[in-house]
């Protein structure tokens, strides 16, 4: 192998420039000549490959989002516009692409070795940690962190006017951001999709805590978790309390990455251009406590997300 691209796609995770340049170092290094791919799978089909030097991640380490950038790219789910992008990799004599995203985009990946056999090495990148057979997605630490910093800043304020915060964090299907940040934050309640709740019940009880002297509490609410509207409305019906409502929103996605996610951006760039070096390909590469391991791409895809009932519940306990 002597020539291997890179790109990013989907949502930006913090800690993807790190590993980018991971990748890059690594791979030139080894003797390999590197290109980018400007906007994920959408440049990809428009051939806006490019070579990549040492140079080029210089001062990036640091930086959230994807010098690489990425965007959306619904016509990639026909067969025809995924051979446009093959022909474009096989052209330029790109033997290796290593794709850097979540769920849809290593499926993407998938699909290009499946159909066309391009060599492929998946890296899991997205905050929502929902990718079954890794212990943490890239960015998801990070995500975490500035989740925490919320919460400690809006409890100072809330506690200071005897106030309730609803604070509203990114994910549609996966709890995990609302769980982490939630126990490491101290919050009262954590509303998640995975574990069904009684909102009248969380009312009651804030109420209750109100009349025992406990006049400030935090909800954190994961998105897909139920309508922050409907339950702002009943809390402060049924409580009594004085109920504000913030949304995270896409803050979550940036700014500079922690030291965990710095580390494991490393070591998942470096396992990734040694599994194209070795000749295995069509792997994703994970964490499982301090292993950095890699596995068969389908069957990575294949795994469900169990959530972590019992980190769940001592949750509720230590709340």
């Not at 492929?120 to 960015?139: H, Q, R, S, W």
């Not at 009312?203 to 998105?223: F, Q, V």
């Not at 913030?246 to 922690?258: C, E, M, W």
């Amino acid at each position: 192998m002597k020539k291997i691209a890179i790109l990013t796609s989907g949502g930006d995770a913090p800690g993807m420039n790190a590993c980018i340049r991971a990748c890059v170092r690594s791979a030139l290094n080894s003797g390999l000549e590197v290109y980018g791919v400007d906007r994920g799978y959408k440049g990809l089909v428009e051939n806006k490959i490019f070579p990549m030097t040492s140079h080029s991640v210089c001062d990036i380490i640091q930086r959230g989002g994807t010098i690489l950038k990425s965007a959306r790219c619904l016509e990639f789910k026909n067969t025809e516009t995924r051979k446009i992008a093959s022909e474009n990799l096989k052209n330029l004599g790109i033997e290796g692409l290593v794709v850097m995203g979540g769920d849809g985009s290593i499926t993407g990946a998938k699909m290009l070795s499946d159909e066309y056999g391009i060599n492929v090495v998946g890296i899991p990148c997205t905050i929502d940690n929902d990718l079954a057979y890794t212990d943490f997605t890239l960015g998801f630490d990070t995500a975490v962190n500035t989740v925490l910093w919320a919460i400690n800043a809006l409890r100072d304020t809330m506690t200071s006017h005897d106030r309730v915060s609803i604070i509203k964090v990114m994910g549609r299907h996966c709890g995990d951001i609302a769980l982490y940040a939630g126990i490491c934050g101290g919050a009262e309640y954590i509303l998640v999709p995975e574990v069904p709740y009684d909102i009248q019940k969380i009312a009651n009880e804030i109420k209750k805590n109100k009349e025992r002297g406990k006049t400030a509490s935090i909800i954190i609410l994961a998105e897909g978790a139920g309508n922050e509207q409907e339950i702002k409305t009943l809390v402060s019906v049924i409580s009594g309390a004085d109920v504000k409502f913030s949304t995270l929103g896409h803050i979550q996605r940036g700014g500079t990455p922690t030291m965990f996610d710095r580390m494991i951006a490393a070591k998942f760039g470096v396992k990734a251009i040694d599994l194209l070096l070795d000749g295995k390909t069509n792997r994703v590469v994970g964490c499982r406590g301090k292993e950095i391991f890699d596995l068969d791409i389908t069957e990575a895809l294949s795994q469900k997300k169990k959530f972590d009932t019992e980190l769940y519940k001592m949750s509720t306990i230590l709340s």
